[in-house]
């Protein structure tokens, strides 16, 4: 077990965190936080920032394609929720930590979020 690799940077309050590719499922995020713990030593999930609509428009064609709805919060909101947010491995990765797993979640559940239809996802699925 290693820990995670973390990069010295700051992300703005009011950049776009995309949380989730899918809907917000307490299960799903339960699995992947201690999935997480199992290789990092640390419950957290992975997640992408985005500056800005463009990075943002990147992420949805490239790595985020196979889903059709994006969830949205910004950094300032997963702060204001208490938790943390690491820059960690290649950008633009990010780690939401959730350091008491139960009740992290559910702080993450209730941080204000929009969802946001994936504009490739079907573009995507339909190409040769």
Known sequence: MSPYRVRTEALADDALVIVRGGELDPGTIRSDAVAAHARFGAYGISVFAAPDE???????????????????????????????????????????????????????????????????????RDEP
Request: with cysteine.
């Open 54 to 124: 463009a990075s943002l428009d990147l992420l949805a064609r490239d790595r985020l394609a196979q889903f059709d709805v994006l969830v949205l919060m910004t950094a300032g909101a997963i702060r204001l929720a208490g938790l943390t947010l690491l820059p960690t491995f290649r950008r633009p990765h990010y780690t939401i930590v959730l350091a008491s797993l139960d009740r992290d979640i559910d702080r993450l559940l209730r941080c204000e979020n929009v969802r946001r239809a994936n504009p490739h996802y079907l573009r995507e």
